[in-house]
């Protein structure tokens, strides 16, 4: 059983930073690839940032600069370092693992977790 579990969101103050954290179990982490998306009330789910397998990356001009993502295959885990945070960087953040195979897609969501960027 594929388990997807975020954590590290919180309230924070602009110009504050978080680390959100993706832990993976379930499946053989090192061959996924990882994305994290977000999605702010009234607004479509948007990609922030991706790391591959083989740990290229890239980030939505929005976050460019101000947000990492890295991940470590020993621990299972992705993070996305997030600096300088904005109040537009308010939104729910998820985690999403992914592989293609043979024409196949094997993908599994996390359960979110809650970024409040508020003075």
């Known amino acids: 059983q594929v388990q997807v579990v975020e954590s590290g969101g919180g309230l924070v103050q602009p110009g504050g930073s978080l680390r959100l954290s993706c832990a993976a179990s379930?499946?053989?982490?090192?061959?996924?690839?990882i994305d994290w998306y977000r999605q702010a009330p009234g607004k479509q789910r948007e990609l922030v940032a991706l790391?591959?397998?083989?740990?290229?990356?890239n980030y939505a001009d929005s976050v460019k600069g101000r947000f990492t993502i890295s991940r470590d295959n020993a621990k299972k885990t992705v993070y996305l370092q997030m600096n300088s945070l904005k109040p537009e960087d308010t939104a729910v953040y998820y985690c999403?693992?992914?592989?293609?195979?043979?024409?196949?897609?094997?993908?599994?969501w996390g359960q979110g977790s809650q970024v409040t960027v508020s003075s």
């Open positions: 999403h693992v992914k592989r293609y195979n043979l024409g196949k897609w094997y993908d599994y």
């Open positions: 790391i591959t397998a083989t740990n290229n990356t």
């Open positions: 379930g499946i053989i982490f090192s061959i996924y690839a």
